[in-house]
C-alpha cells in the first residue's frame, strides 16, 4: 500500500503508487546518503526546522523537481526567498494535500539555518503526521520526549512512527521506547542515530526493547525500504 525508504540518517521518503514525499533530504555532505541531490525525486518535500542535517538538500531539490516545501511558516519564508514553492503551516494546523493529510505537530528542539557569520531563526521545529492511503505516519523530526505524544497516539493513531534514537540532539534509546509506548503504533523505525559519532546508537537493542512492548521495530539501513501492507493496519 506504502512504502517507507531510509535514504540515510533522518532522510527518508513516503511513497505509493502515485506520490513520493520526501523528508528532510541532507544529502549532500551525509556520510549515510544513497542518493545525491540531483537523483532524489519527490512530489513534495517536507522539512522539520531549519538544521543543515535536516533542510539539507531541500532548497534545490524543490527548484529542480518544481514541488513544494512544507514546513512551519518561518522556514517557508527561508525557502521562499530562495526562490522555493512553499506551503506554509503551522503547529497544530492540518491541511488536505491532493496525496493526503498533513498536520504539524509540536517538537521540542530548536530551528536555525547557522552559517559562519549568522544565526537565521527558522521559526520551531515540528514534526508531522502525514496520510498517504490509509496509513497515518508520525514523523518526530528532531525532538526530546513530550508528554503531548500520548495524545498524539490517542487523535491520530498513526500506524507507524519515525522516532529519533540518538540522544544527545534528540531522544535517546530509553526515553524513545517511551515515547513509542505513549504513541503505540504498530511500526516504530529508528533515525538520527548513526551518521555523527556523537549521536551512535545500536538500533538492535532499542528493537528488543521496543519489541517488549509489542510493537515492532524495522531497522532501515540507508537505502532499505519497507512495506505498510493492510496485514500491518489490522
Ligand atoms: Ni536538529
Ligand atoms: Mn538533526
Redesign the pocket.
Known amino acids: 500500500m506504502a512504502r517507507i525508504t531510509s535514504l540515510g ?2 532522510c527518508f521518503t513516503f511513497s505509493n503508487e502515485s506520490h513520493t514525499l520526501l523528508f528532510d533530504p541532507w544529502l549532500s555532505g551525509n556520510p549515510e546518503a544513497v542518493c545525491s541531490a540531483d537523483e532524489v525525486h519527490a512530489d513534495a518535500i517536507l522539512v522539520t ?1 531549519g ?1 543543515s ?2 533542510l539539507g538538500d531541500a532548497i534545490a531539490v524543490a527548484k529542480r523537481l518544481s514541488c513544494p516545501i512544507i514546513a512551519a511558516y518561518e522556514l517557508c519564508m527561508y525557502c521562499a526567498r530562495h526562490g522555493c514553492e512553499v506551503e506554509p503551516m503551522h503547529i497544530g494546523g492540518a491541511r488536505q494535500f491532493d496525496f493526503g493529510m498533513v498536520k504539524l505537530t509540536p517538537a521540542l ?1 530548536g530551528s536555525a539555518v547557522i552559517t559562519d557569520t549568522l544565526i537565521e531563526y527558522t521559526g520551531p521545529a515540528v514534526g508531522f503526521i502525514v496520510t498517504l492511503d490509509e496509513i497515518t505516519l508520525y514523523f518526530a523530526g ?1 525532538t526530546g520526549l513530550f508528554g503531548d505524544m500520548k495524545l498524539i497516539g490517542e487523535l491520530y493513531e498513526p500506524q507507524v512512527a519515525i522516532l ?1 534514537i ?1 540522544d544527545n ?2 531522544m535517546g534509546p530509553r526515553d524513545a521506547v517511551v515515547a513509542a509506548e505513549m504513541i503505540r503504533p504498530r511500526i516504530v523505525i529508528p533515525s ?1 542515530y548513526s551518521a555523527f559519532e556523537i549521536i551512535q546508537q545500536d538500533p538492535e537493542s532499542f528493537a528488543r526493547s521496543i519489541e517488549t512492548e509489542g510493537i515492532a521495530c524495522r531497522i532501515l539501513r540507508p537505502g532499505e525500504a519497507t512495506e505498510i501492507t493492510a496485514a500491518d493496519l489490522r
Do not use: I, N, Q
Open positions: 540518517h533522518a526546522h538544521h542535517d535536516h528542539h528532531d529519533p540518538g540532539f534528540t538520527h
